[in-house]
């Protein structure tokens, strides 16, 4: 069992949460009557194994860095590192070839994740402020991968608005490791502040942007009582502001704060049951 336990956090399968985000576009489309669960499911399956690859070659980069930073709950015998390598990207290229014969319209997008993370391993890392904007791009890339398996459209106002909350957890997660004296990022005390700055900044241009999204004419179209979409614009706002406080207190990995915040579990669920039963085309 114990295995068990190392495999499931080597591999982050606690991280698969995070890929729910493909379905967003949905929600946000209104498009809940057209969706084939076996599709869902094997949408979220194809991205969650193609993240976990993408982490295992991460962790086995990061891990000499990570004893020294982390409380690791794996273990990994760097002496086969090459051995890994290898398992990674068989696996990488079986689940490509598996997505040419069944899938080719996620492909691209699944190749663009792959060439992005191995950039991103390999040099984005270690800069500043690209590091945190390609961890966003990871989270769009999630996003568009749904638009296309839903074949969605997306807004916007709704790029805008996941870019803006995406920045500011990743800038977030700096200011934590930058707390915790993470040894492995190109940040210092001096680069706090401005951080700082810039994570509250995205979080007031998220909002911003929501509510832009609710005065807009066209946006009535989509919902039943124009009222509790403002009701949604006040949860987002407490959303991100709860975020934003305890956050700064707790330095919680953004996964823990997800389960471990009940204030955030209330709010994000009356935000989503409100948008949901506010569509007109629930």
Known sequence: ???????????KVHHWIKNLSIFLPV?????????STVACLMHFINFSILASIIYLINNISDYKADIINKKLRYKLNLDRKKYYYYLSTLAIIIQIIL???????VLIICLFYVLLSITYNQFLKNHKYFDVLTISIFHILRIYYGAVVFEITLSFYFILFCFSIFLMIGLNKRIIEIQKNFTNRPYNLNDKKRLNFL????????????LFYCIDPLTSQYFLNQSFL????ILIILIIGNYLYFQRNMNQ????FIYKNKINLVLVSSFFIIFIKNSAFF
Do not use: C, P, W
């Open 27 to 35: 929600i946000a489309s209104h498009s809940y009557l057209n969706l």
């Open 99 to 105: 997505l040419y014969v069944f899938s080719r319209d």
């Open 230 to 233: 403002y009701l949604n614009s």
């Open 1 to 11: 069992m114990s295995k068990i336990k190392e495999y499931f956090f080597l591999f």
């Open 199 to 210: 994570q509250v900044l995205f979080g007031i241009l998220a909002v911003l942007t929501f």
């Open 253 to 256: 990995d953004i996964i823990v």
